[in-house]
């Protein structure tokens, strides 16, 4: 089954000759996103939304594809991805975060589930990973419980101790609700053929879109513009690798790199120094580490792609 190399390019962070090389891609289609990034890094309005959506619209769209959308504060575009997709899927999202806060600007890189959530072919959302304060006291932080509550999300932390919730939440794959609190079936006490069965029992399609927030992994093996957590790229790769054997792939986007956060807009300046931490890019090697491990993931899917036969 050909596989495609795709890439928006938002902000210059992916190494697309690194990627070409890596394995044999059907094509490789380019997006130039440069002059919108501004406005849609972090958050964006609707009316910029639209002209990305019409940008990537008009570009070669053949699936299976693998998209690298650059910085994870771009993350909200994998919902324009998402939303291409004709048949019932699962989303399978891999991050350090939840990216469900109800509150935030409804094209936000905090809350872009939701907008997936809505999608009409979207049958549920699987989470991986997260690690972040996000799941401390949740839902004072906007977080979505409500579809939670309905099974139409399922979250699975790396490792998080119980969350404080304020009303009762019903059990679901990937969590049980005691005494007040979220009691998370965290994926890092178990061996990891025994998580990937908690995971492929949560998908109820046989079609599945794969996002990765790069800020899943630990520092030694990303940097991104967020706080990572700990979910080790071996394990990350091994999960990749089970899915594309049980389940048919149409197709997968990775976001994650590091690329300087310039704002002219002061509500991002502020928002970014408040959320993300410092980050020192100056050491090269730091970057080579990010392309080889944008290297494994890009290979690890390509064979999950082609092992199965899209219908969209």
């Known amino acids: 089954m050909p596989v495609h190399l795709r890439i928006l390019d938002t902000d210059g962070s992916v190494d697309t000759a690194a990627l070409d090389a890596t394995t044999a891609w059907a094509s490789v289609v380019r997006v130039d996103l440069r002059d919108l990034a501004p406005a849609l890094r972090l958050w964006s309005r609707g009316r910029n939304i639209e002209r990305a959506r019409a940008r990537i619209a008009q570009s070669a769209d053949p699936l299976p594809s693998i998209t690298f959308l650059g910085s994870g504060d771009f993350h909200h575009l994998a919902a324009l991805l998402a939303e291409r997709v004709q048949t019932p899927f699962t ?18 890189c905090g809350s872009w589930v939701n907008r997936v959530l809505a999608l009409p072919n979207v049958r549920r959302v699987v989470t991986l990973g997260p690690c972040s304060d996000d799941l401390v006291d949740p839902g004072r932080k906007g977080g979505n419980l409500p579809a939670l509550d309905a099974g139409r999300l399922v979250l699975f932390p790396w490792e998080h101790a119980p969350s404080r919730v304020r009303r009762r939440i019903a059990d679901g794959p990937g969590h049980a ?98 959320d993300q931490p410092a980050r020192d890019a100056t050491d090269r090697r730091r970057l080579e580490e990010n392309a080889r491990t944008d290297c494994a993931l890009a290979q690890t899917l390509f064979d999950a792609c082609a092992s199965g036969s899209p219908t969209t």
């Open 177 to 274: 609700w005691r005494d007040g609190h979220i009691e998370w079936r965290n994926l890092s006490g178990v061996p990891v053929d025994e998580a990937v069965a908690m995971v492929l029992a949560a998908i109820p399609t046989d079609d599945v879109w794969i996002t990765i927030d790069k800020d899943v992994l630990p520092e030694h093996e990303a940097l991104t513009n967020w706080d990572q957590g700990l979910m080790p790229l071996a394990t990350l790769l091994a999960m990749l690798r089970a899915i594309g054997q049980q389940r048919r792939v149409l197709g997968a986007d990775i976001c994650g790199e590091y690329s300087p956060p310039r704002h002219a807009n002061w509500l991002k300046r502020v928002e970014a120094r408040l």
């Open 91 to 108: 989303l399978l999202h891999f991050d350090n975060h939840p990216d469900w806060v109800r509150l935030a600007p409804r094209w936000h």
